[in-house]
């Protein structure tokens, strides 16, 4: 089966971190456009951070510059996750986050079913 599954979401103190994983299965990730996108109570979707596989270049929404990095890279060389590391969490934070991947050219795209961040005192 072809998913997209998120994980590491969770309850947390504002100025604290929690990293998103998310976890291709069914395809790799090789030449995806990868991105996390979160949703808030009562807004629409918004892209939060993007990544491209072929030559790993970044971008970022203003509000999570400084603050969120994205990365397909970890320490056990998984190659077929991408992550969200976020620190400095606010209240503004708090939606449920999605990832997604998409390569336009074999017109292949998904989404995962998201997880669910607040940021609460």
């Known amino acids: 089966q072809l998913q997209l599954v998120e994980s590491g979401g969770g309850l947390v103190q504002p100025g604290g971190s929690l990293r998103l994983s998310c976890a291709a299965s069914?395809?790799?990730?090789?030449?995806?456009?990868i991105g996390w996108f979160r949703q808030a109570p009562g807004k629409e979707r918004e892209g939060v951070s993007c990544?491209?596989?072929?030559?790993?270049?970044?971008?970022?929404?203003d509000s999570v510059k400084g603050r969120f990095t994205i990365s397909t890279i970890s320490r056990d060389n998984g190659k077929n996750m991408v992550y969200l590391q976020m620190s400095s969490l606010k209240h503004e934070d708090t939606a449920v986050y999605y990832c997604?991947?998409?390569?336009?050219?074999?017109?292949?795209?998904?989404w995962g079913q998201g997880t669910q961040v607040t940021v609460s005192s």
């Open positions: 997604h991947a998409q390569r336009v050219i074999v017109r292949r795209d998904y």
């Open positions: 990544i491209s596989r072929s030559d790993d270049t970044t971008e970022y929404a």
């Open positions: 069914g395809f790799t990730l090789d030449y995806y456009a």
